[in-house]
């Protein structure tokens, strides 16, 4: 089954982190957050990848063109007979990736439907954002879309705390005070989809095309559209805070959506 990942959007910068590079080069470790979740899928056993890129595409290119070059030492002799020798076991990977230009103004919507064609005749895809990590377990995620026949699963997530919480009484005395809440409100979409074919014949290659606006709405009202509850990690990276957030757990040790091997 392959992974689709929107990786072309304008999207939020990040001051100070982003103002050159597309979201989801935005380095982890040292590593952009895209390879991290590209990581996190292949452990799964998934490495068939589709990337629809838009926004500063070059950059996504020359990443994986350059796969070891980015990932590994290397010491290289210039001149007439330039020779590369590389150190290390770099980032060895198995994927398969397909870098497809989607445009760059295009929305969601019509960025999945012109990657059509490099699904070939697939039953199902897996699709997700290029800056959100999870310790969602595939698997389980998979196999709840296989049992229901819907065109779409989507992951509910429940939002991380970004502020801290305020617990006041009626006379405005703070009653209690927790820095990083855990929302107790409703679910959200966190990506980690996972789609049937026809879900194409929701979209078009109109680049206004939003997927989470119409296509979704018509879907919950043909009851086409399933929730796959995780109540485990999911973490955006739209601020600088939640940048530092994601890097401090990695180099931490403690980043839930890294395997130990």
């Keep these: 089954m392959k992974t ?4 072309g959007g304008k999207g939020t910068r990040i001051r100070d982190v982003a103002d050159n590079i597309p979201k989801p080069m935005i380095p982890i470790g040292g590593i952009p957050i895209l ?3 590209m990581n996190y899928y292949s452990n799964w056993s998934y490495k068939d990848f589709i990337l629809c890129l838009g926004y500063k595409n070059t950059v996504i290119k020359d990443f994986f063109l350059n796969y070891r070059a980015h990932t590994s030492d290397f010491t290289i002799s210039l001149g007439d007979s330039q020779n590369i020798e590389y150190f290390g076991n770099s980032k060895n990977v198995d994927w398969k990736v397909t870098l497809a230009e989607t445009g760059l103004e295009a929305m969601t919507g019509s960025r999945i439907r012109k990657i059509r064609k490099y699904l070939n005749d697939d039953e199902n895809f897996m699709l997700t954002y290029g800056d959100g990590l999870s310790d969602i377990n595939i698997n389980k995620l998979v196999n709840f879309h296989k049992s229901h026949g819907k ?3 989507v992951s509910g997530v429940r939002p991380p705390g970004r502020f801290g919480e305020l617990v006041c009484n009626s006379h405005g005395l ?8 855990q ?3 409703g ?4 990506g980690y989809f996972v789609c049937r074919r026809e879900l194409l014949d929701y979209l078009t290659d109109d680049d206004s095309l939003v997927f989470e606006k119409d296509p979704m709405q018509r879907l919950v009202s043909e009851k086409q559209l399933m929730v796959y509850e995780h109540e485990g990690f999911w973490q955006p990276m739209d601020t600088y805070r939640e940048y530092q957030l994601l890097n401090e757990m990695y ?3 403690n980043a839930p959506w890294v395997f130990s091997n």
């Design 35 to 37: 390879w991290h979740i």
């Design 4 to 7: 689709v990942i929107l990786c």
């Design 183 to 185: 929302t107790t409100g």
């Design 251 to 253: 180099d931490n040790g």
């Design 187 to 190: 679910l959200i979409s966190g």
């Design 151 to 153: 065109i779409l699963t």
């Design 174 to 181: 703070a009653t209690e005070f927790n820095e990083k809440p």
